[in-house]
């Protein structure tokens, strides 16, 4: 068996116009910024490093074109569940439902094996000066219940999936599952920590296992699946 062709989308799905708008803290196609009560008045600021802002803000992007502003930090940490950049911890942006961290090069980012991407806005544009960290995180435990050094908790409903697939590089994010259980129809709406399969004449939700590891019977998938765990990038495959 393999992933079905759909699941593949799901990575980008998972970049999706209507979150991105969100993310780039109220930046729009026509460049509009924050709403007052959000930010504060100030020189131009800087993203990375942080700086050119009162305390407890974090100057945020504001516009597609990448201008600048400084926004009164929330209290949702690295990884948590958002609603836009207001939300999220000092020197933290909203980025596709998640808080991350800015960076322009994947050696911006904590972790072993990260990488640095961009974020786009509805239509496909990207957004200036807003790339980000992407999640260090366990595919077959979204929520890292087994507290493995090194990896962050994947919101209530959200999966972990490789950010780039095919390729052995262990990179991996945070992505919002569905809610199908184990042997049930799917069309990439499986529950946390499940995968839906392709078996030719249908489609079901199996569980995510690395390689090697765990009680059940983990088969490799048709293409390269890797995450990396305790700094080691290692295959990722489902339970049969």
Same mark, same amino acid.
């Given at each position: ?66 201008? &600048? =502003?400084?926004?009164?930090?929330? $209290?949702?940490?690295? !990884? @948590?569940?958002?609603? %836009?950049?207001?939300? *999220? ?44 960290? &992407? =999640?260090?995180?366990?595919?077959? $435990?979204?929520?890292? !219940? @087994?507290?493995?050094? %090194?990896?962050?908790? *994947? ?56 390689? @090697? ?28």
């Amino acid at each position: 068996m393999r992933l079905t062709t759909l699941f593949a989308l799901l990575l980008t799905a998972g970049c999706s116009g209507a979150d991105s708008e969100e993310s780039a803290g109220g930046a729009t196609s026509t460049g509009s910024q924050l709403p007052p009560e959000n930010y504060a008045a100030t020189d131009a600021c800087t993203t990375l490093p942080q700086s050119g802002c009162p305390s407890e803000h974090t100057c945020q992007v504001a516009s597609n074109a990448g201008e &600048t =502003t400084c926004v009164k930090a929330g $209290d949702t940490p690295l !990884a @948590g569940a958002c609603l %836009g950049s207001s939300d *999220c911890g000092l020197g933290l942006f909203c980025g596709y439902g998640i808080c991350r961290s800015y960076c322009e090069a994947a050696d911006d980012c904590e972790g072993d094996v990260v990488d640095c991407l961009q974020i786009v806005d509805g239509n496909g544009d990207e957004i200036t000066g807003q790339k980000y960290c &992407t =999640t260090p995180c366990n595919p077959a $435990d979204p929520a890292n !219940a @087994g507290g493995r050094a %090194g990896l962050l908790s *994947c919101p209530t409903d959200w999966g972990c999936y490789a950010a780039n697939e095919g390729t052995p590089s262990g990179t991996t994010d945070c992505f919002l599952a569905g809610s199908q259980s184990v042997g049930e129809e799917c069309t990439n709406d499986c529950a946390p920590g499940l995968v839906c399969l392709n078996s030719g004449d249908s489609q079901a939700c199996a569980s995510f296992c690395l390689v @090697g590891e765990g009680s059940c019977n983990c088969q490799s998938f048709a293409e390269p699946y890797h995450a990396a765990i305790d700094g080691t990038v290692v295959e990722v495959g489902f339970c049969q």
